[in-house]
């Protein structure tokens, strides 16, 4: 058993690395991965980190030497032998071989390009550049590292006693919230946490308490090293890069209105059950829906990643029931802002009408607020997909506070998708 | 830092013995215990083991060769000479050489003397014969013995992740309530709980937390080992035995009578300042109170172990009053069932009337109610002298529950002591 307040309080990145492996990543990352690698191998992509609360002045509180050595070490990484067998041997969603060959061979000698990093007004400016499906394998570890320093530089003040108290109110408080999650009938929730982590150590410790406390109700989690180690099922499917970066690879605006569908289109070719699963927001749930192909419609499900949660489900069981589908038969994967009491609302409105199932993030593996005044609540860091082959990419969402890009092109998207007023909802983590 | 939750998972006494030192016991016992050997070295007493919580089948948790394998592990340990140093060179209550060198003579060759153990109803009969100032030492390590056996029994059912999760929630309990005593302005608290408490690392680490977050206004410790070892106060006077047993021993009822003020004679010829503390209920305090000897009011304090607290602290500023003593300068010590809202509540209702201090027992080193369904709950445990030379010992106390005697025995102490009805009070622990 890890003492977590011990190894924290001696933790030393050089037996303590923030990021341990190139599988210290999401799972859909991979799968991602490999689809690009297959469709799109030669775009060129700019990936940076964006610090949506600016409050949290990153810079003032991180020494830039220490955040340049874990990113250094980060490009050090190789995949493992025993990881690389995990990824080609292992069934991931009832399937073998999930990871071909190929990809596999290229991932083994894969290392992470270099970055560029530079400080301004308290921010740090941290981009990478370069080949798609190595650019985007940057995003998760470099948030876990900027995510897991700003929580060391605030531990570092502490005694071990103070550290040892904190620890115990999170371990307890996360208990609590398990004890809560365990009374609901039929719950399926997996561990989406991996990127706004408060540190490695304490997500590996979230996914055994999830374990421990709901048993088959926990489906498993996002990160694959911790899924390796713990022996239990990675979980995730797809994610906006996928349509930011073919939309902004558009030639004109018809093919930009296509773009999400081709994306689509590709994973379709790839995938089946229950790893086809729609991310319809990018560029508003509504209209993409709407102009959907048929054959999306007999897709297992769809996720749920902003906007209002409740509204969007309601969204997506009215239109599979307008393509005469059985919303009973569908699953609804909610994603976003997640925490005990809203998965209790939406599963109490939405079990039996579809199949739910929750991806919990920030509340599961960061919730820290009020054990150190707040220098440890979570914040909303994001590392995103800036532009493809030189121009810029786009996401509108369902909350136009998470909305990105330059104005003039926010403006084209809005129009070619049909985006008209949105309701903003205050984005926390 | 010690991973409490690991140690326990992995004790096994011969590495973890539950009793590690001789003078992991209270500091009282040893001032007593010295006073004992000056004045009544003679003395045969008996004293036993009686759990006052029924429910809790001792027997049917505890095995008995476990339980004899530890009780014969205290008979054989014996005073290390770093604790004989630190009893004679440390400064206790601001006196120097506490301990005389006749009284360190014999301590240092002292064991542990052979003690008695059967099984009836579910419980164990656990006695201990012979001379007074060997025999009462066996109070404490034969209350933490239990105590802990019952403890590990419970633990040992727990996997790795429950323990882990268990003292996080203690420890989070704990803190809460020293946050709130740390809002207590002018309070002064001691560790009381070395008899009931779960566990030596447990207690220790309770300590420690009190050190922590309530800095000067944390007194002490009654526990010398721990004290010894974090380097704090050492804290305690004396207890009921001295009365119980110098009142058996009376011949008449005329000595009777005077036997509880004799003991006090003798103390008050070999102490001074702090530690002339009157325990005044082990035959009713208001009877005691009244009776008492003009020099009796010049002591320094009273510590009120039974009965409605309040009142007993009421009625010890009214005969200070009586006796023409400032109460703002008598020291009231308030030791018995306490918890955080009890303290509060004391505290705004006598500070400044008087000098107010707490000795905080079972609610500080054991509180783990609900944490394991009520299977860790505190529970009514102690060791007393039952007789002395032959003769049974009395105890009246002011709540009737904590009365002990046979009962023609109670009838004539009554009657002696002018003890009329007494209010009862559950004693939970």
């Given amino acids: 058993m890890v003492d977590i307040a ?23 990352k991979l799968l991602m991965c490999q689809s690009i690698f297959r469709n799109k191998p030669d775009t060129t992509v700019a990936f940076s980190l964006i610090n949506r609360s600016h409050s949290v002045r990153l810079a003032d509180l991180i020494d830039e030497g220490e955040l340049r050595e874990q990113l250094d070490h980060v490009r050090g990484l190789s995949l493992s032998r025993g990881e690389s067998t995990w ?12 990871f071909r060959p190929d990809f596999m061979e290229w991932f083994e000698q894969m290392r992470l390009p270099a970055y560029h990093l530079e400080k301004r007004d308290g921010q740090f400016e941290l981009t990478f550049e370069g080949r798609w499906p190595e650019v985007m394998l940057w995003e998760i570890p470099a948030l876990t590292v900027l995510m897991e320093l700003r929580s060391r530089a605030v531990l570092k003040g502490m005694g071990k006693f103070e550290l040892q108290i904190l620890y115990a ?5 996360l208990w609590e919230k398990i004890e809560r999650l365990r009374r609901i ?17 304490w997500q590996d410790w979230c996914v055994q308490a999830m374990q421990e406390g709901l048993g088959d109700a926990f489906t498993g989690t996002s990160n694959c090293r911790i899924a390796m180690k ?62 959907a192909p048929d054959w999306l419609s007999k897709w297992t499900g769809i996720r749920i990643d902003s906007g209002d949660p409740a509204t969007g489900a309601e969204i997506a069981i009215r239109w599979w029931q307008e393509r005469g589908e059985d919303p009973r038969n569908k699953l609804v994967i909610f994603s976003d802002g997640l925490d005990v009491e809203k998965i209790e609302e939406l599963h109490a409105r939405f079990a039996g009408r579809v199949k739910v199932s929750f991806g919990w993030g920030t509340m599961l593996t960061n919730d820290f607020r009020g054990l150190a005044g707040d220098r440890l609540a979570p914040f909303s860091l994001v590392c995103k997909a800036i532009s493809a082959n030189g121009r810029p990419t786009v996401k509108l969402s369902d909350n136009p506070n ?14 070619v998708f049909g985006v008209g007023d949105q309701a903003a909802q205050e984005v926390v983590v």
Same sequence: chains 1, 2.
Avoid: C
């Fill in 6 to 28: 011990t190894r924290v309080h001696n933790h030393n990145w050089k037996i303590d690395p923030i990021v341990r492996s190139l599988i210290d990543t999401d799972f859909y």
């Fill in 402 to 415: 998470k909305a990105m890009g330059p104005a003039d092109e926010v403006a084209r998207y809005k129009r």
């Fill in 87 to 98: 990824l080609r041997g292992n069934t991931f969603y009832g399937k073998r071989q999930m």
């Fill in 185 to 201: 009938e039929g719950l399926k929730i997996a561990d989406f946490g991996t990127r706004r982590r408060h540190g490695f150590l």
């Fill in 230 to 291: 713990r022996d239990i099922e990675a979980i995730g499917t797809n994610a906006h890069e996928l349509p930011m970066v073919y939309a902004a690879l558009a030639e004109s605006d018809a093919e930009l209105a296509e773009a999400p569908y081709r994306v689509l289109a590709d994973w379709h070719e790839e995938h089946d059950g229950n790893l086809r699963i729609i991310l319809p927001d990018t560029y508003g749930t509504e209209g993409f829906l709407k102009r």
């Fill in 169 to 173: 109110r999170a371990m307890s408080r």
